[in-house]
């Protein structure tokens, strides 16, 4: 890969995700492992080509010496993804997978790659290139009987080779130098062979037989097929759905239940633009929107355990006396100090490439909202908060009862400086009225007067500064006449009713200044600058949203078509990033939790609606 052009690197699109838990990996259709952070999610990355094509580092294994076609897809029910080559010589297939670590946190994970012959013979070649620390940190090679081990000062990675003892199958042309190890082999009809790679093993390099590998594949594929078989959606769009299921599953931190908002940094959200930031890290928002979406599923245990560990957050944030943080680390660590690695060049010369997220110290009141609608959701669904839970909670709804009045960053994370968002101040609205029903349902001990009138006067407030006038419409704060497809949001969560004339006119606004062919912005930066160059795509989750207001308001038929084309948008494993560009690619960190969420919530929404309509 050294030499490449900026033009060479992959679309964003052309990745299959795969993981174990606790990390994962992004391959292209070229079998190019080009995005690999160990031990965690939020690590720094061993393989990290998708940023910068010769410095990152890289793991290919594809067809040697041959010209291909290659496709992508998924082993049915499962994260097993399946690259097919095609070529005159035959037709090839890699099977790349991570067995599941389980939830103990550890530093061993492995990464299989195994590759079949479906017919005729090919030649394959493998080129493992890692760089630890983001291209930081020097290796040493080490040469081992049945493998090779690169030893940095803070991880080590192993690299072998299958051994297959009832078929001639020989790795040849090993070459060992600074650009790493690359070999070579050749399999013909019938034929398996591969690579495993395991990061921290605890044991001198070993080979696995093929047997061993395609039982490791099967025990892969039985665990996620069972996880699956947990999910009660039955609807229209039951593939879909399942994918992102898995997607999301495949995102979670299994030690913790913390759910990453992607699995990748850097990617950006203009090619060539400043908006670039780190993903891998816990949003209070994403998270508890995770709530809704799997209770849909009746996946109850993955939502009761995010729920402990938004719990224990909201106990920190009581003990330190400071407001709830947007976003942590997987395990809970408020510290996400940002920094700028300025010697990578950035996907397609995106730069900078930021690790880490300075958003952390933002003041968002919105994610109080989010909160809650996940806190009274599962009480509704028997999963009830303990006392000390509940004692913190309330403590926090004391909190913004003092402080929902002021300006803040908002849901978007501008840096223009503070304002009166509406959004923040609707769902501080819903954050009170959601404290206000848990503790009448449940008898729960709370100041409910306190809390009753901060919420009616939000409300208030919301209804006379947050609508504007000349537009017809709420808007982004009160100093502007700007929309903000945030908004969309409010009927249902029963701020406003889907038929009151404010909303009516708030979305027929929203229809001009917003959508494009059906996709949604968030807003327009260069009317409501936000403290960054360039522009961005439409967003997903905003065009999801979309269709849930659409349905509300009565207009289904719109609804399902938005929908139906937002489905097209995915790329061909059903996977989404955060936005779509004008041309129509996909833009922004892959795959995105948001899309993925609001992708379940408003298929299973849609469902019920259109059932309901007979």
């Given at each position: 890969?050294?030499?490449d ?6 679309a ?9 838990l ?11 492992v ?12 061993v393989f990290?080509?998708l ?9 290919q ?7 291909y ?8 029910g ?6 097919r ?11 790349d997978f ?9 530093d061993?994970?492995?990464?299989i790659?195994l590759v079949r012959?479906?017919r ?7 080129d493992?290139h ?7 940190d020097?290796y ?26 009832e ?24 034929d ?20 061993e ?6 025990q892969?594929?039985d ?12 609807g ?6 399942d ?11 299994a ?9 990748t940094a850097?990617?950006?959200?203009q ?6 930031w ?5 949003w209070v ?19 009761q355990k995010y ?8 106990r ?15 395990d ?9 690695l ?6 397609r010369?995106?730069?900078?490439v930021r690790?880490?997220n300075?958003?952390?110290g933002q003041?968002?009141l ?5 909160a809650?609608v996940?806190?009274d ?9 303990p ?9 926090l ?30 769902l501080s ?6 404290a206000v ?8 001990p709370?100041?409910?007067?306190r809390?009753t ?8 407030q919301?209804?006379?500064r ?11 704060h009160?100093r ?16 406003i009713?889907?038929t ?32 960054l ?8 989750m ?5 269709v ?8 289904l038929?719109?609804?399902?078509l ?5 489905l097209?948008y995915s790329?061909?494993?059903?996977l989404?990033?955060?936005e779509?560009?004008p041309?129509?690619?996909?833009i922004g960190?892959?795959p ?10 408003t298929?299973?929404h ?5 059932n309901?309509?007979?």
């Amino acid at each position: 890969m050294a030499g490449d052009s900026v033009e060479s690197y992959p679309a964003v699109e052309d990745h299959g995700l795969i993981g174990d838990l606790q990390t994962a990996a992004l391959i292209s259709k070229d079998g190019i492992v080009d995005w690999f952070c160990a031990p965690r999610f939020d690590s720094p990355s061993v393989f990290g080509a998708l940023l910068d094509r010769r410095k990152g580092g890289h793991f290919q294994l594809a067809p040697d010496g041959v010209d291909y076609a290659s496709k992508q897809l998924y082993l049915p029910g499962t994260p097993i993804l399946i690259t097919r080559f095609h070529s005159a010589d035959g037709v090839g297939e890699l099977l790349d997978f991570m067995p599941v670590t389980g939830e103990r946190a550890t530093d061993h994970h492995r990464l299989i790659r195994l590759v079949r012959m479906v017919r005729g013979s090919m030649r394959f070649r493998f080129d493992c290139h890692p760089q630890f620390n983001y291209g930081r940190d020097p290796y040493q090679l080490e040469v081992h009987p049945e493998g090779d081990v690169f030893r940095s000062s803070t991880l080590t990675l192993t690299l072998a080779a299958f051994k297959n003892v009832e078929r001639a199958f020989e790795v040849r042309d090993v070459r060992r130098d600074a650009e790493g190890v690359s070999a070579s082999f050749t399999l013909n009809e019938g034929d398996i062979g591969g690579v495993a790679l395991e990061t921290a093993c605890p044991h001198a390099p070993r080979a696995l037989s093929t047997e061993e590998a395609c039982e490791l594949l099967a025990q892969t594929r039985d665990y996620w097929r069972r996880w699956l078989s947990g999910s009660s959606y039955t609807g229209r769009w039951r593939e879909m759905v399942d994918r992102s299921a898995l997607t999301l599953k495949l995102m979670t931190y299994a030690p913790t239940g913390a759910l990453v908002a992607a699995p990748t940094a850097g990617l950006p959200e203009q090619v060539g633009g400043q908006r670039n930031w780190d993903y891998r890290y816990t949003w209070v928002r994403d998270a508890s929107f995770s709530v809704h979406a799997l209770l849909r599923l009746g996946f109850t245990e993955e939502a009761q355990k995010y729920l402990y560990w938004l719990d224990a957050r909201i106990r920190e944030a009581n003990d330190s006396g400071q407001p709830l943080q947007i976003m942590y680390r997987i395990d809970g660590s408020p510290d996400l100090d940002e920094e700028v690695l300025g010697h990578l060049e950035g996907y397609r010369g995106s730069a900078p490439v930021r690790i880490g997220n300075g958003a952390a110290g933002q003041l968002q009141l919105d994610i109080y909202g989010e909160a809650l609608v996940a806190l009274d959701l599962a009480d509704r669904h028997g999963l009830i908060a303990p006392y000390e839970g509940w004692r913190k909670t309330a403590g926090l709804m004391d909190w913004l009862c003092e402080h929902w009045d002021q300006p803040e960053d908002g849901i978007w994370e501008t840096r223009s400086g503070r304002e009166d968002f509406t959004y923040g101040r609707v769902l501080s609205w819903v954050a009170l009225d959601r404290a206000v029903r848990i503790a009448q349902r449940r008898g729960r001990p709370g100041d409910i007067l306190r809390w009753t009138a901060a919420r009616d006067a939000i409300y208030e407030q919301v209804m006379t500064r947050g609508f504007d006038q000349r537009r017809g419409a709420f808007v982004q704060h009160y100093r502007s006449g700007i929309l903000d497809a945030s908004l969309l949001a409010m009927p249902g969560l029963n701020v406003i009713s889907p038929t009151d004339p404010m909303w009516e006119s708030t979305l027929r606004a929203m229809d001009v200044d917003l959508v494009s062919d059906s996709l949604v912005y968030r807003y327009d930066p260069k009317a409501s600058p936000d403290g960054l160059a360039g522009t961005e795509g439409t967003f997903n989750m905003c065009t999801f949203w979309y269709v849930q207001a659409l349905a509300l308001a009565g207009r289904l038929d719109d609804a399902r078509l938005t929908f139906e084309k937002m489905l097209t948008y995915s790329n061909p494993l059903g996977l989404y990033s955060e936005e779509i560009a004008p041309t129509g690619e996909q833009i922004g960190n892959f795959p995105q939790a948001f899309s993925h969420l609001s992708l379940i919530s408003t298929a299973s929404h849609l469902d019920e609606l259109l059932n309901d309509q007979g």
